[in-house]
């Protein structure tokens, strides 16, 4: 049976209104990656003999340290590896906490109390909100932004109210905006930085606020840092957690996937507040049985080598100059940002003697279709798109010639901003 005949049968009555309930599957709007998908098939049909600059991923582009694939094929192979990991193992812990402290300067981490993996960032931004959101609670977001825990917060029955992260406040929030209602009824406040996709890093000025924000509204923060040891040009890698007081409030969310190029391998760990951390523990251990021992053994190598992420962030700051210098030659206005491997940049509103771009999607839309370059279009705040260094280079000679590519291809039209 077709998806089609399937619908006509009682199974199409029963889903669940969280997604959709009897109409779930009919809705025709096409969202936003899903139509990066389809322009770029077809850009590739329409042109096969050209390069597609695929500047829109959101993933590195190469592989883990060789340090990394060797540990985890050595721990793979041990019998006393091959069960369930539950919560943990120890010895993860311990790295982790001597992570934070070496990197971020965090001292005091209790591995056994505040410390615990996840398997990966995602997962841990789903589950946070069992542990608090009941229905007509409140989870603070940001836009744009990445929307898990606001949509495992609907999920539930709560609320998701945003604040838009715009240019003139260095696309930090402005909690002083949030009305009194909305404070009061909160009780998760999302924070992400450095950000995607806006690159900016926050200050410990900046977390500073949030923690009396947080303390005198009795709101939990959820800081999600999985670009934090990615930062460039003399900025320290910054934790909420060292900020005095942030234990008291919040919890911070670390990922291996981009600071170590182990996207797919999945482990992380929620550390902080030992209240929290307890009951993510607890929900989590009703989700999954833990992320695969060898992985965690593999991951405690690269958190005992920071110096890999070192290496990874000098790439990516090389190419991000670059990446800059070529679009401001067109007329963009790009600032090279203090973290992560994006680049924030504001749309053009058309082409001199072409069409013209009433959002940020419709200038992404013509990047791939017209120029083969693919991008991620944000209209959640402004009309901006974020391009991604994390393009497929191998060494500087590769990435230059990536760079003048995308140059050529856009200086034979001008742009009106």
Same mark, same amino acid.
């Given at each position: 049976?077709?998806?089609?005949?399937?619908?006509?049968?009682?199974?199409?009555?029963?889903?669940?209104?969280?997604?959709?309930?009897?109409?779930?599957?009919?809705?025709?709007?096409?969202?936003?990656?899903?139509?990066?998908?389809?322009?770029?098939?077809?850009?590739? #049909?329409?042109?096969?003999?050209?390069?597609?600059?695929?500047?829109?991923?959101?993933?590195?582009?190469?592989?883990?340290?060789?340090?990394?694939?060797?540990? #985890?094929?050595?721990?793979?192979?041990?019998?006393?590896?091959?069960?369930?990991?539950?919560?943990?193992?120890?010895?993860?812990?311990?790295?982790?906490?001597?992570?934070?402290?070496?990197?971020?300067?965090?001292?005091?981490?209790?591995?056994?109390?505040?410390?615990?993996?996840?398997?990966?960032?995602?997962?841990?931004?789903?589950?946070?909100?069992?542990?608090?959101?009941?229905?007509?609670?409140?989870?603070?977001?940001?836009?744009?932004?990445?929307?898990? +825990?606001?949509?495992?917060?609907?999920?539930?029955?709560?609320?998701?109210?945003?604040?838009?992260?715009?240019?003139?406040?260095?696309?930090?929030?402005?909690?002083?905006?949030?009305?009194?209602?909305?404070?009061?009824?909160?009780?998760?406040?999302?924070?992400?930085?450095?950000?995607?996709?806006?690159?900016?890093?926050?200050?410990?000025?900046?977390?500073?606020?949030?923690?009396?924000?947080?303390?005198?509204?009795?709101?939990?923060?959820?800081?999600?840092?999985?670009?934090?040891?990615?930062?460039?040009?003399?900025?320290?890698?910054?934790?909420?957690?060292?900020?005095?007081?942030?234990?008291?409030?919040?919890?911070?969310?670390?990922?291996?996937?981009?600071?170590?190029?182990?996207?797919?391998?999945?482990?992380?760990?929620?550390?902080?507040?030992?209240?929290?951390?307890?009951?993510?523990?607890?929900?989590?251990?009703?989700?999954?049985? @833990?992320?695969?021992?060898?992985?965690?053994?593999?991951?405690?190598?690269?958190?005992?080598?920071?110096?890999?992420?070192?290496?990874?962030?000098?790439?990516?700051?090389?190419?991000?100059?670059?990446?800059?210098?070529?679009?401001?030659?067109?007329?963009?206005?790009?600032?090279?940002?203090?973290?992560?491997?994006? +680049?924030?940049?504001?749309?053009?509103? @058309?082409?001199?003697?072409?069409?013209?771009?009433?959002?940020?999607?419709?200038?992404?839309?013509?990047?791939?279709?017209?120029? #083969?370059?693919?991008?991620?279009?944000?209209?959640?705040?402004?009309?901006?798109?974020?391009?991604?260094?994390?393009?497929?280079?191998?060494?500087?000679?590769?990435?230059?010639?990536?760079?003048?590519?995308?140059?050529?291809?856009?200086?034979?039209?001008?742009?009106?901003?």
């Amino acid at each position: 049976m077709s998806v089609e005949q399937y619908q006509e049968t009682y199974i199409q009555q029963v889903f669940a209104d969280r997604i959709g309930g009897a109409n779930y599957g009919k809705d025709t709007n096409i969202y936003k990656f899903e139509k990066i998908k389809r322009a770029k098939a077809a850009a590739k #049909l329409a042109y096969p003999d050209v390069e597609l600059i695929d500047m829109g991923v959101g993933e590195p582009d190469e592989m883990a340290d060789s340090g990394i694939v060797a540990k #985890l094929a050595e721990e793979a192979a041990k019998p006393e590896n091959r069960g369930y990991a539950d919560n943990g193992i120890q010895e993860f812990k311990v790295a982790a906490a001597n992570y934070v402290a070496n990197v971020f300067q965090v001292d005091g981490i209790d591995p056994d109390t505040e410390i615990v993996h996840s398997i990966g960032s995602k997962p841990a931004l789903a589950m946070l909100p069992s542990c608090f959101i009941n229905p007509g609670d409140v989870t603070i977001m940001t836009v744009p932004g990445y929307p898990v +825990l606001g949509t495992h917060t609907k999920y539930l029955g709560g609320e998701v109210y945003t604040i838009q992260l715009t240019k003139e406040n260095q696309f930090l929030p402005d909690l002083e905006s949030i009305p009194a209602d909305i404070c009061k009824r909160a009780k998760l406040l999302y924070l992400n930085y450095p950000n995607n996709p806006t690159g900016a890093a926050a200050t410990a000025e900046f977390f500073e606020k949030v923690v009396a924000w947080a303390k005198a509204h009795q709101v939990i923060v959820v800081h999600d840092a999985p670009y934090a040891a990615l930062t460039y040009d003399g900025v320290k890698p910054l934790s909420f957690l060292s900020v005095p007081g942030a234990k008291d409030v919040g919890v911070e969310l670390h990922s291996l996937s981009k600071s170590y190029n182990m996207t797919g391998w999945r482990i992380g760990f929620v550390a902080g507040n030992p209240l929290i951390v307890k009951a993510f523990s607890d929900v989590k251990d009703n989700n999954d049985s @833990g992320q695969f021992i060898a992985i965690q053994k593999a991951a405690i190598y690269g958190l005992t080598h920071p110096e890999i992420t070192e290496a990874i962030a000098e790439k990516y700051s090389r190419r991000h100059e670059m990446l800059v210098q070529a679009l401001n030659e067109i007329g963009f206005h790009a600032e090279k940002p203090k973290g992560s491997f994006f +680049l924030y940049v504001e749309a053009p509103k @058309g082409v001199v003697n072409g069409p013209e771009f009433h959002s940020a999607e419709d200038f992404s839309q013509y990047l791939i279709r017209e120029k #083969l370059i693919s991008t991620v279009p944000w209209d959640d705040a402004g009309r901006f798109i974020r391009f991604s260094v994390t393009f497929q280079a191998k060494g500087i000679e590769e990435e230059t010639r990536v760079i003048n590519e995308l140059k050529r291809r856009l200086t034979d039209v001008e742009f009106i901003f």
